[in-house]
């Protein structure tokens, strides 16, 4: 059976690092696990991906950047998230359609209608069957992002850790709304835990929505 898991926070929620613990953890259990990210994810999507986080890209356009994340979206979920769930795998993505909720709408105020419509047309009738919303502080999770970057030689992605505190205050509470919105399909996790503990409870989590479904007919 194939399934569908997002993860999404604001920066520095240590959603790569949790990702990539699940996906070993799975792996043992002999789950058939891919794991993938947005924006980016395969070929095409990965070089929209240069142009969407470069800082010399500051003057982007909002509606550009909405219509950027959405066409690199409609390329991955062709590429690689559809191919993958009709192989029967566990898909395991970093960030999805409502990461352009959070941080176009709510965070740039782009019309929500807009983003329903665009994310439709992008996600091609797939969407995730469990998200995993690690939640945090901002002025934590900035920290964090921001003393990562500070060790890299490449500064070619971070764009938004440049943003205002207000601008990922904005993201937090859109994703915490989108989360009471969809009580089901969001499960809120602490990103203040330490990095085994969150692990421990994402498996946890993860093993338990896994469990549930595959006893469904
Ligand atoms: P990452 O740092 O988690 O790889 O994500 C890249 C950035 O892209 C992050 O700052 C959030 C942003 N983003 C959007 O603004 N809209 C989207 O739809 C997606 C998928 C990401």
Known sequence: MSFFITFEGIEGSGKSTQITLLRDALKKSGYPVVETREPGGCPIADQI???LLHPK???INATTELLLYAAARAQHVNDVIRPSLEQERLVLCDRYTDATYAYQGDGRNLDAKLIRQLNLVAAQGIFPDLTILIDLPVETGLGRALSREATLQDD???RFERETIDFHKRV???YLNLAK????RFVLVDGALAIEDLAVKIL???L???ETRADRP
């Open 57 to 59: 890209n500051s003057n």
């Open 181 to 184: 919105q969809e009580p089901s």
């Open 204 to 206: 946890q989590v993860t």
């Open 156 to 158: 070619s992605e971070g």
């Open 208 to 210: 338990n929505f896994l």
């Open 49 to 51: 991906r240069s142009i």
């Open 172 to 174: 937090r509470d859109g």
